[in-house]
């Protein structure tokens, strides 16, 4: 019965977790997408994949995944 009870608990952890990080791809999402208009707005192009690759910005998104 107790190790019902901590399974139960345990999938309950791992939907809230899972949950969270959800909200947290969603939100860097919008980040990426608003960093995107705003370089095509300054430099009167989309982003290359190598302008991608070179922004900080860029990487101070994905470290604060990787934190969580």
Same mark, same amino acid.
């Given at each position: 019965? @107790?190790?019902? *009870?901590? @399974?139960?608990?345990d999938?309950? $952890? ?7 990080l959800? $909200?947290?791809?969603? $939100? /860097?999402?919008?980040? /990426? ?17 190598? $302008? ?6 860029? @990487?101070?998104? *994905? ?6």
């Open positions: 019965s @107790c190790q019902v *009870l901590l @399974c139960i608990s999938i309950m $952890d791992i939907k809230v977790e899972s949950k969270r959800e $909200d947290k791809i969603a $939100d /860097l999402k919008v980040e /990426l997408k608003t960093w995107e208009h705003s370089f095509e707005a300054t430099n009167g192009k989309p982003p290359s994949r190598q $302008d991608i690759k070179g922004s900080k910005e860029i @990487c101070v998104y *994905l470290t604060s995944l990787e934190l969580g």
